[in-house]
C-alpha cells in the first residue's frame, strides 16, 4: 500500500504548480512564470545535500538489511517494493540483447 501512496504522491507532486511570486528568487522559472512541486522538492533535496543517488543507495542498504535478517532467521526470502515496470524493462533489455533469446519465436 505505501508504493502506492508514493506513486500518488509523485504524480501529484507533478501537477501542482507554485507561481514565481510565493518564491524565493533562487527558485524561480524564468520561462513559465511557475514551478511544480516536484521540482521545488528536487531542489530543496539538492540544497540539504540530499541526492537521488543517496536516496536510492539508502534505499538498497535498507533492503539489504531486511534480506540479511531473513537469511538468519532462514526463512523463505520475501522480497519487498519490487518496482514491477522496472523490473518488467530489465526482463526485455536482457531477452533483447541475449543472443540465445529470439524473441521473434512463439
Do not use: W
Request: proline share 3%; net charge negative; aromatic share 8%.
Amino acid at each position: 500500500m505505501s508504493e502506492l501512496l508514493k506513486k500518488a504522491e509523485k504524480v501529484i507532486q507533478q501537477c501542482l504548480f507554485v507561481p514565481n511570486e510565493l518564491l524565493p528568487e533562487e527558485y524561480h522559472n524564468k520561462k513559465t512564470g511557475y514551478v511544480s512541486l516536484a521540482k521545488l522538492e528536487k531542489k530543496c533535496d539538492k540544497r540539504d545535500g540530499i541526492t537521488d543517488h543517496q536516496k536510492l543507495k539508502a534505499e538498497k542498504l535498507r533492503r539489504v538489511g531486511l534480506y540479511r535478517e531473513q537469511m538468519q532467521s532462514n526463512d523463505e526470502i520475501e522480497y519487498v517494493d519490487i518496482n514491477e515496470h522496472k523490473l518488467y524493462t530489465n526482463q526485455m533489455n536482457f531477452a533483447k540483447y541475449c543472443p540465445q533469446i529470439d524473441l521473434e519465436e512463439e
